[in-house]
Nanobody, 122 residues
């Protein structure tokens, strides 16, 4: 039972990147799924979440309009499309599943991906 993150890397400012998490051993469709990030020396922060009914909830104005979460239940994956990336987006990005409702807090999320590093630099 795990979430496997992929797709991180180095991208120039203004560029785009899509990161994903693939679930194995369980199905994602019964869970709310959140994306979080943690920059060096900072706390992990919630970015956005997608409910079991595919409603997207944004928790950070700084990414609204640039980042979009989506899920593909047929592939048992969740993705985060990131556009117009900025140096301040540099962080480890985590997906996580939560029974019940979405939340911006890390509490209540029961399974976490291992994190994928996104570096935005010229």
């Amino acid at each position: 039972v795990q979430l496997q993150a992929s797709g991180g890397g180095l991208v120039q400012p203004g560029g785009s990147l899509k990161i994903s998490c693939a679930a194995s051993g369980f199905t994602l469709d019964s869970y709310a799924i959140g994306w979080f990030r943690q920059a060096p020396g900072k706390e992990r922060e919630g970015l956005e979440c997608i409910t079991t009914r595919n409603v997207i909830i944004y928790y950070r104005d700084s990414v609204k309009g640039r980042f979009t979460i989506s899920r593909d239940n047929s592939k048992n994956t969740v993705s985060l499309q990131m556009n117009d990336l900025k140096p301040e987006d540099t962080a480890l990005y985590y997906c996580a599943t939560r029974p019940g409702l979405c939340s911006a807090s890390v509490y209540g999320y029961t399974r976490w991906g291992q994190g994928t590093l996104v570096t935005v630099s010229s």
